[in-house]
């Protein structure tokens, strides 16, 4: 049974360009929730979705960050005209039932701007 | 705004020590306490906690929440370099979202 998989590892964008990060949920699981973590801090919620449904976005930014999870295929993370700033890893972590405490998390995405 | 604080930031102890990592909590809706160690992948669990004074375990890792006083220790006995992480507390208050700390770097020394 595999793990939540996201892809890429790592990804190398320059400013003003668009970045696409992907996560599989683990099997059996519809409830997906995207995090980050900056260096040295904590991971950040950024949102939390269901199938075809955005649950909970209050931890993304208003703008050029937007998040899908739709009927068929994976979970997309994308964001648009990327700044230095936005650099860090994103974590993609899934659970079976809603209010299910405990995440599975993949094993991330690190975005580098140049 | 909710807060989790973890304490030492760092530590680095020698193979063999015993650890004691602290974590504090402000939450408005306090449900559980998660314990997660993150070492150059992904989080991976250890515990979940939701009442005081029951103490978790498995091996050489335990855990124990305090409600009362809004904090939680990990302990971790006879450490080896396969301890050596960051392991990451985490509150829930039940709304789908985990609240992190910023997480304690432990590194063991052969």
């Known amino acids: 049974n595999a793990g939540v998989m996201q892809n890429p590892r790592h990804l190398v964008r320059r400013r003003g360009q668009e970045a696409r990060l992907r996560c599989s949920p683990m099997?059996?699981?519809?409830?997906v929730y995207w995090y980050r973590q900056l260096p040295e801090e904590g991971l950040k919620f950024m949102v939390y979705?269901?199938?075809?449904?955005?649950?909970?976005e209050s931890g993304m930014p208003k703008e050029r960050f937007s998040a899908e999870f739709p009927k068929e295929g994976p979970s997309i993370l994308r964001i648009q005209q990327v700044v230095r700033g936005d650099s860090a890893a994103y974590f993609c972590a899934s659970s079976p039932v809603q209010g299910h405490e405990k995440l599975f998390f993949g094993s991330g995405t690190q975005l580098s701007v140049l | 705004e909710d807060k989790v604080v973890q304490s030492p930031l760092s530590l680095v102890v020698h193979e063999g020590d015993t650890v004691t990592l602290n974590c504090s909590y402000e939450?408005?809706?306090?449900?559980?306490l998660l314990w997660y160690k993150q070492e150059k992948k992904a989080p991976t669990f250890l515990f979940m906690l939701t009442s005081s004074g029951i103490e978790k375990k498995s091996g050489r890792l335990s855990s124990i929440l305090d409600k009362k006083e809004l904090f939680s220790i990990l302990n971790i006995t006879a450490t080896q370099t396969g301890d050596s992480a960051i392991y990451l507390c985490a509150v829930s208050e039940g709304n789908e979202k985990l609240t992190f700390g910023t997480g304690t770097r432990l590194t063991i020394i052969p």
């Open positions: 979705l269901q199938k075809e449904n955005i649950i909970d």
């Open positions: 099997k059996g699981h519809s409830h």
């Open positions: 939450v408005t809706n306090f449900r559980s």
